[in-house]
């Protein structure tokens, strides 16, 4: 198996910090909220977004962070940045993250919502019918599942769930016993809605709102009679949620995991959220409970957490305010509506999501369940959803005796529930239930169906660039491929092999594979491109993914930049390159696309000296998918779709002039400006793929 050289340094200067570009990614993801050409129920969304991205990056990426400090691990990365220092411009910049997105909210979208009938009514102006109804509602609703506890020596503090919605309340004077500890905590239950709609007799406006917060407020007194309630403040903790399994100490990853997930909510603290009226003794003793510093302390002047918002555009009935609806189109081979496997027999076919349809792929593997000559279905599932019809058409076709075998990863990050609960359901029906291989995450999308036909088996196959989520296919931009070709299906069968079996790997004719020749191919393939450049060659590179971290590869865009190709990297997340550096990456352009849809697909061109060498993968360009990842590179042969792709997944993003972020050589960025006709890719790709309506 390749395995980088991890020791081997590159300048600093060519890096841009990780974390630091996630960060910038968050910004832009900000902006379409304050993007007033955004349906004003989709900015609400966009600014909610913002906050669930930031708890995953405390849960997971400054948790990293920590732990490299605590464990005194000092050495720089590739950009040269300490994680003390590191530490330290994660604080800054997302304080200033978190101002930003709460002005938008109070100055702008709140305000703009109230004018459209859409309120969230702060305590000052309850009305007396309100009182009386949201008194009643916090009597029989909230009241009874309500737990205060006083903190002294026979009531610790008591354990706080992660990003839980939590008060602190500080008391004056004395209890039925003589007690004046001066502060209890109030936990919510995760029961109790934090957002509740008021009936419309009691309200002017349509849509009335108050937060479970609100009306604690108002009545936390009542929870300690007969003392004087000095201050109540919200506040939330955010804990380290990565999840570690020891490779040498595990005999059954399931049973391990299980046991491990009990504890992802109590984990270490990694950042206090407070209420801006928060005291400052009050701020201090819990930082001091939590064992956080200063730095680790946010204040928002409003709710503390702005994820439970999230639902609320799903209730306005306010077509209006949103985005408008519209059907997802099908390829022409599938037009004609014939069987299914005759249509790939035909042609390879590409599906393009969310603007074409997912349903073929349901549609094959429903085909498979019930058709009595599909012998065998392998499949790979990284996050699917508690509630997947593609399992239960995998459940039906092994109940109806096929041979099924799952693939399934259980370390998919905050899907082990839901992939736990599934193979425990597969396995009650006779599904092979396999967990790919331990220290490597399996992220290749992979479906195999093997069915008799002309006295032999054919192998059909679905290779895809994003999750089996028939849900998140609805707003991921992702390509997926229908094929039978004989290679191909020898090569997906092959990787199927080394996941539920032992063997060295074998050489696979079109597959690149993670953590084998994924790597190497791509570099190999970028060389490639910088020797037909320096033979006078044209000699291009346009490449589309998630995130651009792996140091070698960067390296190596770099050489080919300075050998005279051109690079168009389309990034929606992290980048680690420099792009327009003199001398180091001049022919090297960056720019990020964030719309209505979160892109997702994964694509490499290499002009190749005319050939036109189209790759699709499940891969990023980090160390993690290259070398930590089981993962797959798949090629279009079709030139037919080879210029699908690039008319549809590469030209439309390098146009883009509405959408579009331009990446700096300082890692910031600054968004398009439309001059002329304005190009949007995904209302693009809607209108050319799509069915609106």
């Given at each position: 198996m390749y395995k980088p050289n991890n020791t081997r340094r590159f300048p600093t200067d060519h890096f841009i910090n990780r974390e630091l570009s996630l960060l910038e990614f968050q910004r832009r993801v900000l902006a379409q909220a304050a993007d007033e050409t955004v349906p004003l129920l989709e900015r609400l969304r966009f600014l909610c977004i913002v906050s669930s991205n930031l708890d995953e990056f405390f849960e997971i990426r400054?948790?990293?962070?920590?732990?490299?400090?605590?464990?005194?691990?000092?050495?720089?990365?590739?950009?040269?940045?300490?994680?003390?220092?590191?530490?330290?411009?994660?604080?800054?910049e997302v304080h200033k993250l978190i101002a930003q997105q709460y002005a938008l909210l109070n100055d702008e979208i709140l305000p703009a919502l109230h004018a459209e009938g859409v309120v969230f009514l702060r305590?000052?102006?309850?009305?007396?019918?309100?009182?009386?109804?949201?008194?009643?509602?916090?009597?029989?609703?909230?009241?009874?599942?309500?737990?205060?506890?006083?903190?002294?020596?026979?009531?610790?503090?008591?354990?706080?769930?992660?990003?839980?919605?939590?008060?602190?309340?500080?008391?004056?004077?004395?209890?039925?016993?003589?007690?004046?500890?001066?502060?209890?905590?109030?936990?919510?239950?995760r029961a109790l809605p934090r957002v509740i709609r008021l009936p419309r007799e009691v309200c002017d406006a349509e849509y009335s709102f108050v937060f479970l917060s609100s009306i604690l407020h108002a009545h936390v007194g009542e929870l300690f009679s007969g003392m004087n309630v000095l201050g109540c403040y919200q506040f939330r903790v955010t804990r380290n949620s990565d999840l570690f399994v020891d490779e040498e100490e595990v005999k059954d990853l399931r049973a391990t995991l299980k046991g491990e997930l009990q504890q992802r909510h109590y984990g270490d603290a990694v950042r206090l959220e407070v209420a801006d009226n928060c005291s400052e003794d009050?701020?201090?003793?819990?930082?001091?409970?939590?064992?956080?510093?200063?730095?680790?302390?946010?204040?928002?002047?409003?709710?503390?957490?702005?994820v439970r918002l999230m639902q609320v555009p799903d209730w306005v009935e306010r077509p209006d305010l949103k985005y408008p609806p519209f059907q997802p189109g099908l390829p022409k081979a599938l037009d004609k509506r014939r069987e299914i496997f005759a249509a790939i027999r035909s042609q390879d076919i590409l599906l393009h999501h969310p603007f074409q349809s997912f349903g073929p792929v349901i549609d094959l593997l429903r085909a498979a369940a019930d058709d009595t000559e599909v012998v065998a279905i392998k499949m790979t599932v990284y996050r699917t959803g508690t509630d997947s019809v593609l399992m239960e058409h995998l459940v039906r076709a092994a109940q109806k005796g096929k041979e099924v075998t799952v693939v399934l990863e259980l370390m998919a990050r905050f899907d082990e529930e839901a992939n736990i609960s599934w193979a425990n359901r597969l396995e009650e029906v006779g599904v092979h239930v396999v967990y790919g291989v331990f220290g490597y995450k399996t992220h290749a999308k992979l479906l195999m169906l093997v069915r008799r036909?002309?006295?032999?088996?054919?192998?059909?196959?679905?290779?895809?660039?994003?999750?089996?989520?028939?849900?998140?296919?609805?707003?991921?931009?992702?390509?997926?491929?229908?094929?039978?070709?004989?290679?191909i299906g020898e090569d997906v069968a092959e990787v199927f092999k080394q996941l539920t079996g032992l063997g060295t790997a074998s050489a696979l004719r079109h597959l690149w594979q993670a953590p084998f020749s994924l790597q190497p191919k791509v570099v190999e393939a970028i060389q490639r491109e910088a020797e037909i450049a320096r033979n006078g060659g044209k000699a291009r590179i346009i490449a589309k993914m998630n995130a651009l971290l792996e140091p070698e590869t960067i390296e190596a865009l770099y050489t080919a930049s300075q050998a005279g190709v051109e690079v168009d990297l389309i990034i929606r997340g992290p980048c680690a390159l420099r792009p327009g550096v003199p001398g180091l990456s001049?022919?090297?352009?960056?720019?990020?696309?964030?719309?209505?849809?979160?892109?997702?697909?994964?694509?490499?061109?290499?002009?190749?000296?005319?050939?036109?060498?189209?790759?699709?993968?499940?891969?990023?360009?980090?160390?993690?998918?290259?070398?930590?990842?089981?993962?797959?590179?798949?090629?279009?042969?079709?030139?037919?779709?080879?210029?699908?792709?690039?008319?549809?997944?590469?030209?439309?993003?390098?146009?883009?002039?509405c959408q579009a972020w331009d990446m700096l050589s300082d890692g910031s960025y600054r968004r398009k400006t439309p001059r002329g006709t304005r190009r949007a890719a995904q209302l693009i790709l809607l209108a050319e793929l799509g069915n609106a309506g």
């Open positions: 400054v948790s990293g962070v920590k732990e490299q400090i605590r464990l005194a691990t000092h050495g720089a990365g590739n950009d040269g940045l300490s994680p003390t220092e590191l530490l330290a411009r994660i604080s800054t305590r000052s102006v309850w009305t007396e019918a309100q009182h009386a109804w949201i008194a009643r509602y916090f009597h029989d609703e909230v009241m009874p599942v309500l737990t205060p506890i006083g903190l002294d020596p026979a009531h610790p503090f008591p354990r706080v769930l992660n990003k839980s919605l939590n008060f602190a309340v500080e008391l004056e004077g004395r209890d039925a016993f003589g007690r004046d500890s001066g502060a209890a905590i109030v936990q919510a239950p009050m701020a201090d003793f819990l930082l001091q409970h939590f064992r956080l510093e200063r730095a680790d302390l946010y204040r928002t002047p409003g709710i503390v957490n702005l036909e002309d006295g032999g088996l054919r192998r059909y196959v679905h290779l895809g660039t994003g999750n089996y989520h028939p849900r998140t296919t609805r707003f991921y931009t992702d390509f997926g491929l229908l094929t039978c070709n004989e290679a001049d022919n090297i352009r960056v720019r990020s696309v964030i719309g209505r849809f979160l892109e997702h697909h994964r694509i490499f061109h290499f002009h190749a000296d005319g050939e036109e060498v189209i790759y699709l993968s499940s891969a990023d360009w980090m160390d993690r998918n290259f070398f930590r990842r089981i993962e797959i590179a798949f090629p279009v042969l079709d030139p037919r779709l080879k210029r699908r792709v690039m008319k549809e997944g590469l030209r439309p993003y390098l146009g883009d002039n």
